[in-house]
């Protein structure tokens, strides 16, 4: 069974950190990209962050620059969303989601159809 499986989502107060995981099962991630997508209550899903299937191209929606990190260790199959300084309005379901295709240099990455998607995650951001 092909799938993506996100973890490490929580409830954390304003200013802290928590590191999602994005792990696959099923099929490499060698040749994929990976999105991070997240959706609020009441809001349209919002790309977040777009890194290469060798991780050498990045990409990060302007409201995360600077305080989220995505990276990934091909060899655990994973991908990861470092998140800091974290704010209220960042609270949402996280989802990670893959495509075989290089597009995280476009400024439209997240407008395309990625292949797999995990079941996200839930984050909390509250006092």
């Known amino acids: 069974q092909l799938q993506l499986v996100e973890s490490g989502g929580g409830l954390v107060q304003p200013g802290g950190s928590l590191r999602l995981s994005c792990a696959a099962s099923?099929?490499?991630?060698?040749?994929?990209?990976i999105g991070w997508f997240r959706q609020a209550p009441g809001k349209e899903r919002e790309g977040v962050s777009c890194?290469?299937?060798?991780?050498?191209?990045?990409n990060y929606v302007n409201s995360v620059k600077g305080r989220f990190t995505v990276s990934r260790d091909n060899a655990k199959n994973t991908a990861y969303l470092q998140m800091n300084s974290l704010k209220p309005e960042d609270t949402a379901v996280y989802y990670c989601?893959?495509?075989?295709?290089?597009?995280?240099?476009?400024?439209?990455?997240?407008?395309?159809?990625?292949?797999?998607w995990g079941q996200g995650t839930q984050v909390t951001v509250s006092s």
């Open positions: 890194i290469s299937s060798s991780g050498g191209i990045t």
């Open positions: 989601a893959a495509l075989r295709l290089s597009l995280c240099f476009s400024s439209s990455w997240y407008a395309y159809r990625f292949d797999y």
């Open positions: 099923g099929f490499t991630l060698d040749y994929y990209a």
